[in-house]
């Protein structure tokens, strides 16, 4: 029986079962080796996926702290930009009430010198006063002759203007960026 395989026809079929063994055997290898090669890059899609997704959610939260960091100092810029208004309107209010205060005085004054001197025309020899005008008696925005009101409207702008000035250049210190410039002129 084994002469039977000993011919060139047995013998062909062994080498050819030897060649399909031996090629089975490295197909084996070559699948095992694909298939180590296929777990390595699949961790390695994996990893990079995770990767790609923990970017996205710090690009994310980065985005988020900048908004909320945006809107903190959009508030505080509003904040001290208000408190400005509210300061230079305290101090126009409180310098235009003492400049009317003041015109109010003078008024009285120069009333109350009219009525002694027209009461007492001879006072013991002092320079007689020239007469005041009727205007003189009603309120200094109505006594134009003598240029009181003239006056009083020209303080009133000036003093407009300079807290005007004065909240310029408060406002332009307001760092809409980050804290509040004191060294900008």
Same mark, same amino acid.
């Given at each position: 029986?084994? &002469? ?6 047995? !013998?062909?079929?062994?080498? @050819?079962?030897?060649?399909? /063994?031996?090629? &089975? ?19 390695? =899609? ?8 923990? $970017?996205?959610?710090? =690009? ?9 960091? *945006?809107?903190?100092? /959009? ?16 101090? =126009?209010? @409180?310098? &235009? ?7 109010? @005085? ?7 010198? /009219?009525? $002694? ?25 109505? /006594?134009?002759? *003598? ?14 203007? *300079?807290?005007? !000035? ?20």
């Amino acid at each position: 029986m084994i &002469l039977r395989l000993l011919n060139p026809q047995g !013998i062909a079929g062994l080498a @050819a079962s030897l060649c399909l /063994a031996l090629l &089975l055997v490295l197909q084996k290898g070559e699948t095992r080796h694909w298939k180590k090669q296929s777990g390595q890059f699949e961790q390695l =899609y994996r990893d990079e996926q995770s990767a790609f997704a923990e $970017t996205v959610a710090n =690009y994310r939260a980065a985005a988020d702290a900048a908004r909320a960091a *945006d809107r903190a100092a /959009a508030e505080r810029v509003a904040a001290e930009q208000r408190a400005i208004n509210e300061r230079t309107d305290h101090d =126009y209010e @409180a310098r &235009l009430a003492a400049a009317r205060a003041r015109a109010n @005085a003078i008024v009285e004054r120069l009333r109350l010198e /009219a009525r $002694t001197a027209a009461a007492d025309p001879r006072r013991g020899g002092a320079a007689p006063v020239p007469r005041l005008s009727a205007a003189a008696g009603q309120s200094p925005q109505a /006594a134009g002759q *003598d240029g009181l009101s003239d006056r009083l409207i020209a303080t009133e702008q000036a003093i407009q203007l *300079d807290e005007l !000035i004065k909240w310029v250049k408060a406002q332009s210190k307001v760092d809409r960026n980050g804290e509040v410039d004191s060294k900008r002129p």
